[in-house]
């Protein structure tokens, strides 16, 4: 008995140092993210110094900065939204009809979006926004979203069609509705849950985009935050840290109260929701 | 004029024919049932008239009216579904002023009628409660609910007690006959459930495969069955089938089981004339037409070996072995009877019905 619990000891001393080891890997960094802004000399150690908030202040004065959080909030906000709702009714319609080559047009779909948002389409997805006279609009960049989103969103969605029973919007139809009626009243209400989690996932994706505006986009005005954030380095290359720290807790502030608003309002659970 | 009526009737998935040809009326006020195994059609022809399927031809008349292009919603149709499909999102009050809301019929209006609805179905304290809150019994009420509260041309209910346990049923069952009555609102029911069937209906239609077997009260169907589908479809235990062939001999005239003989003299002259000499038929007799009797008394009655016992309370079920052949036999007066003992059967030549071979259609 002592035996074996000295070998459990013993075990888990390994284990903890293991664990230990992996959680400082990964919490430095967030560290050093909540440190750096308000200390008044950052360097990329994590080092406690008198607190200041003279970074933010800085900060505030460069116009760009505070461009560039218009410019994403723009960009991601629309294409969550269009990417949503559109991918809201593409879903229904394939959860609810069946035809031949169904699931074939749906992975083909999400195999190619992956493409899309990724770096093999880069020269393509110039060229063809240079021809269309898109470049250096945020147009450019919320097509590109929306075509690398949309499969993604339509797949996960139809899932949480899927579960819902057919029943609900026959019951609904029988009583006296309209299809469409139907959809808006029972359907969209019980996938309410998905929606979210779904929204949430694009906009957190758009919002941390750098490749494809720094592609697209020309002017520096025109930046969201992700790309303004390398307008923070010296003529000779070298991070203004103390700058790039304050401003990369900004950034990635609205996906964290996001976050937050929604798990408090819904809740996270990836699936159907619903219960007899 | 009848409230809903087919006439020839076709609906394919595809190759496969779910509805094949098929035609009946519904009298006014009267509960009609759709009686038949899984995959008979029956639930098909249900979603025909609430028109949640179309058919590939034919004609669907509801109060005398051809609903070929009417949507469900102008239907005017009171459904139950098996699940209930109560709406999870909304409450119960929710649930049952659904169809008057999406008429957009006055709140005064809805108000006043949902809560005479709850009343009625004693689901008044359940209001503000959720689908998931209440029990499957409650929410069988308030989907009867949702469908009475638009006072509906005509009700649906697709196998509405399936979901319920035994005794719940049977006190649903009555309930909902009654409320049926009251009504006066003529109703139309699904049910594979024989037993269900036959207490309920004023008037059942039996299917298979897409074909209606026979129309006929509960009465009918028991007593006078037109096939060997219905036969052995009605009746719990079933109908007793056997295949034998017929002998026209001088003097008597016999089955031949091979097992055994019956003679069947007394009721020569019904099948005289449609049944060839030696031709091989089906022989039916229900288990409580055969008397079952300790010692060899009769000149006509067959041995047999006593295979299983059921004590049902007032009944008893016995499983006779005759050679090969069981035949099933029903009593009503607790016999001293066990497994392995040798018992004789004396058939009700009466109560005997005859079915064609190739067809399954009846004889006598």
Redesign the interface.
């Known amino acids: 008995m002592m035996f074996k619990q000295r070998t459990n000891l013993w075990n888990n001393f390994w284990v903890y140092l293991i664990l230990f080891t992996l959680v400082l890997f990964f919490i430095l960094p967030m560290l050093w993210l909540v440190i750096a802004p308000f200390s008044s000399k950052a360097s990329l150690a994590v080092k406690i110094t008198l607190p200041s908030l003279n970074n933010f202040r800085e900060l505030f004065k460069n116009k760009i900065a505070i461009l560039a959080f218009k410019n994403s909030f723009i960009i991601s906000f629309s294409s969550t939204i269009i990417v949503t709702i559109t991918s809201m009714l593409a879903a229904y319609a394939l959860s609810r009809t069946n035809f031949k080559w169904r699931s074939t047009l749906l992975y083909a779909l999400l195999l190619f979006s992956t493409v899309v948002t990724g770096i093999a389409a880069m020269v393509p997805l110039f060229v063809l926004n240079l021809r269309l006279g898109l470049i250096d609009s945020y147009l450019s960049v919320i097509f590109v979203f929306i075509g690398g989103f949309l499969p993604v969103s339509i797949f996960i969605i139809k899932d949480f069609f899927d579960a819902i029973?057919k029943?609900?919007e026959?019951?609904?139809?029988?009583?006296?509705?309209?299809p469409s009626?139907g959809f808006f009243?029972?359907i969209l209400?019980?996938s309410q849950q998905g929606m979210v989690v779904i929204a949430l996932y694009i906009f957190m994706n758009t919002w941390g985009s750098f490749l494809m505006p720094f592609i697209l986009l020309r002017s520096v005005n025109k930046y969201p935050v992700s790309v303004a954030i390398y307008t923070f380095f010296t003529q000779e290359g070298l991070p203004l840290l103390g700058l790039l720290s304050a401003y990369s807790l900004l950034y990635s502030l609205p996906v964290i109260v996001l976050y937050i608003i929604i798990n408090r309002k819904f809740g996270f659970g990836f699936h159907g929701g619903?219960?007899? | 004029m009848h409230d809903v009526a087919f006439e020839k009737v076709t609906k394919k998935f595809g190759k496969v024919v779910a509805v094949n040809n098929i035609s009946f009326q519904v009298n006014k006020g009267e509960l009609f049932t759709l009686l038949g195994p899984s995959g008979c059609g029956k639930t098909t022809t249900l979603r025909l008239i609430a028109g949640l399927e179309i058919p590939q031809s034919g004609n669907i008349y509801i109060k005398g009216k051809n609903v070929e292009k009417l949507l469900p919603k102008d239907r005017n149709i009171g459904m139950v579904f098996q699940n209930y499909a109560l709406f999870p999102h909304m409450n119960v009050f929710d649930n049952i002023a659904y169809p008057l809301k999406i008429r957009k019929q006055p709140q005064k209006e809805i108000l006043h009628k949902v809560t005479e609805i709850a009343k009625n179905l004693q689901t008044e304290e359940l209001l503000s409660r959720k689908p998931n809150q209440i029990s499957g019994g409650q929410q069988q009420r308030v989907a009867l609910g949702r469908a009475m509260v638009q006072e509906p041309n005509v009700f649906l209910f697709d196998e509405p007690l399936s979901n319920l346990d035994a005794k719940l049923r049977t006190e649903a069952r009555s309930f909902l006959k009654h409320l049926q009555k009251e009504m006066k609102t003529t109703a139309i029911y699904v049910t594979h459930d024989q037993k269900e069937a036959m207490a309920l209906s004023d008037r059942i239609a039996i299917l298979d495969k897409g074909v209606i077997m026979q129309v006929g009260t509960p009465k009918e169907v028991y007593k006078n069955p037109e096939n060997v589908f219905v036969a052995g479809f009605i009746g719990d235990p079933p109908m007793n089938l056997l295949d034998c062939s017929i002998k026209y001999n001088q003097n008597k005239t016999v089955l031949d089981f091979l097992q055994f003989k019956l003679n069947i003299s007394p009721i020569r002259d019904l099948l005289r004339e449609k049944v060839n000499n030696e031709e091989v038929i089906i022989f039916g007799i229900r288990p409580e037409d055969i008397k079952i009797e300790y010692k060899d008394v009769s000149p006509n009655s067959i041995k047999g070996e006593v295979f299983v016992v059921e004590r049902l309370g007032p009944e008893t079920i016995i499983h006779v072995k005759i050679g090969n052949l069981i035949l099933i036999v029903r009593d009503f007066s607790e016999p001293n009877i066990n497994m392995g003992d040798t018992i004789w059967l004396k058939i009700d030549l009466n109560s005997v019905h005859i079915y064609k071979k190739e067809d399954g259609k009846i004889i006598i």
């Not at chain 1, 026959?170 to 309209?178: D, H, L, N, Q, R």
């Open positions: 029973p029943d609900y026959e019951a609904a139809i029988v009583a006296g509705s309209t009626q009243r029972i209400p019980l619903l219960k007899g």
